[in-house]
């Protein structure tokens, strides 16, 4: 099991960016990409898993 996550320091330096990171890696495109290669499940709901992933697909 893999467990991602993300958090922005309090006092980060730069925050602007910081957002802007985490809203990237919640993005479709960069959500697509950890599903179909690390096989990690999406975490939004307009993406769906790979195909490896999914229940009855072996």
Known sequence: ???AGGF???YVPNA???N?????????EA?????NTN???PMVPSVASSE???????
């Open 1 to 3: 099991m893999n467990v």
């Open 8 to 10: 922005i320091a309090k």
């Open 16 to 18: 602007e960016n910081a």
């Open 20 to 28: 802007a990171l985490i809203g990237f890696l919640l993005s479709d």
């Open 31 to 35: 959500q697509s990409i950890y599903a």
């Open 39 to 41: 096989y990690e499940f």
């Open 52 to 58: 490896l992933t999914r229940v009855g697909a072996c």
